[in-house]
């Protein structure tokens, strides 16, 4: 059962649950093209953003397998919502979880994915008692896979063309790493900020 205290500060970053004023910030990487596409779900219109802040907004407690948490991400140093971060409990029985993330590109390139989910690997093993964090990305999304490698993750599984993804055959990463891993290496460094394009 995980009950954390909202919110959690990093050294940039703010996590806590997604509230209703966080519509414009959502809506800005939601309605992205680049950004769902590795991810299941199409660009949302203005309502179906908001239907799905609404959604992100009750996950915030896991008392239950098959539940997930996701929390807003606020960078500091502009007080907006930059991305989500998620973790989802697997099983109960093997102590399994699962942890994802979405950011505006407009704030890639800063480590801030790294940072924020560095916050749920902890809240995962520490908290929750998982022995096992997986995280999965599309092949293609290197980024995302660049990301799980620095949070220390191992990749176990190449799947080759194990989907139609959004209409053509993709091969899928998957990541994870144990609890005494996490207990035994070095948290991933903020990486430092690209100079402006």
């Not at 997930?68 to 960078?75: C, K, P, Q, T, Y």
């Not at 005494?180 to 394009?197: D, Q």
Request: glycine share 6%; aromatic share 10%; with cysteine.
């Amino acid at each position: 059962m995980l009950h954390a205290a909202y919110p959690i500060h990093t050294e940039r970053l703010i996590l806590r649950p997604f509230t209703a004023d966080d519509l414009d910030d959502l809506y800005a990487y939601h309605s992205r093209p680049d950004v769902v596409r590795y991810l299941y779900w199409e660009t949302r219109d203005r309502a179906q953003a908001r239907q799905a802040l609404a959604d992100r907004a009750g996950k915030q407690v896991l008392d239950a397998e098959g539940q997930s948490i996701v929390l807003a991400v606020v960078w500091r140093e502009n007080g907006r919502v930059v991305g989500e971060v998620n973790l989802a409990w697997l099983s109960r029985a093997h102590r399994q979880g699962e942890i994802g993330f979405v950011f505006n590109p407009e704030f890639q390139g800063r480590g801030l994915a790294t940072e924020a989910a560095e916050v749920l690997l902890r809240l995962g093993f520490r908290e929750l008692g998982l022995h096992r964090i997986i995280g999965r990305c599309d092949a293609r999304n290197r980024p995302s896979a660049a990301a799980l490698e620095r949070l220390g993750m191992r990749r176990e599984a190449h799947l080759v063309h194990n989907e139609i993804f959004k209409g053509e055959w993709s091969d899928e990463f998957v990541y994870a790493l144990l609890d005494h891993e996490w207990l035994n290496r070095r948290p991933a460094a903020p990486r430092a900020a690209r100079p402006p394009v």
